[in-house]
């Protein structure tokens, strides 16, 4: 794994379990994810572990966009202001994802002061789940002083990323960590899929970068399916998993190479579902 891809991958995932002060809020008593993972098997914990360390961060997507000549539109962002309507520990874990995939992409934008409050919304989403042990206040604050130098803080986050996977793995934290990667990926696909002219649907360079996300979705729904008893887990991984069975490149891609284009009308199908998971997902 090259120095820059592996930069890449730490980026979401440690910015999803930065801890800070936050909001005191509790959680609502029913609904509550149960991180236990006593029902898997050692052999279990260490794929999924594998797969977690191995997964493309969903900052990437928001790269290769902006690289392809996607425009910023805030617009697409998910409200900052709706973070107070997330009141049960699973949706605040998928939406800890959602808003990291958020700062990944104003920063990449360097939309400075959209990306501190996008930064504070997963400091107290980090908090009201259960995470403030992960970091301590001296790598929220390297974060903060760097927040306008974006090589740097995709170096400093990119540093936390080893610590909070062990984090997550002491504590058996599977449940925590596959909602926040579940949310960081549907997040950073539902950009690109509407970064096109006007919010529409991107250019064909662009969807030839979307179905190289086919085998990550797959470890996803895969990692999910590892998750026993958490009715939101097995939600969220049934709707991945049909989302799975129309992201199929080898039916999708047209041609190879510099030449390659994608069926449209399947395509749609695909960026259909990203739109109704997505929705379902900041609800």
């Known amino acids: 794994m090259n120095k820059l891809f592996k930069t890449l991958l730490g980026v979401t995932f440690a910015t999803l379990i930065l801890a800070s002060c936050g909001s005191e809020q509790k959680p609502v008593a ?11 098997t050692a052999e279990d914990l260490a794929q999924a572990d594998e797969m977690i360390q191995n997964m493309p961060s969903p900052i990437e997507m928001a790269i290769l ?7 910023y539109n805030a617009k697409l962002l998910n409200d900052v202001k709706k973070i107070d309507s997330y009141v ?62 974006r090589d740097s803080l995709l170096q400093i986050l990119s540093a936390s990323y080893d610590v909070a996977n062990q984090y997550l793995k002491e504590n058996n934290r599977m449940n925590t960590s596959v909602l926040m990667i579940g949310g960081g990926w549907i997040e950073s696909m539902y950009l690109a899929a509407n970064l096109g002219a006007n919010g529409g649907r991107p250019e064909d360079i662009i969807s030839l970068r979307i179905l190289e996300q086919e085998k990550v979705l797959g470890k996803i729904v895969l990692a999910m399916k590892m998750v026993d008893d958490d009715p939101l887990v097995a939600e969220f991984a049934a709707k991945l998993e049909e989302l799975s069975q129309v992201l199929v490149a080898s039916e999708i891609r ?16 695909v960026y259909v579902l990203v739109d109704k998971i997505r929705a379902w997902a900041v609800a």
């Open 88 to 149: 049960t520990q699973g949706k605040k874990t998928i939406n800890m994802g959602i808003y990291s995939s958020d700062v990944g992409y104003t920063s990449l934008y360097k939309q400075t002061q959209e990306t501190v409050f996008y930064l504070n919304n997963v400091r107290k989403l980090s908090d009201d789940i259960g995470l403030s042990d992960a970091f301590g206040q001296t790598m929220f604050d390297r974060v903060e002083s760097n927040i306008e130098n």
């Open 65 to 71: 966009v902006k690289h392809a000549g996607g425009e």
């Open 254 to 269: 047209i041609g190879e190479g510099e030449e390659a284009t994608v069926d449209a009308a399947k395509m749609e199908k």
């Open 30 to 40: 029913e609904e509550v994810v149960d991180d236990s993972t006593s029902e898997m």
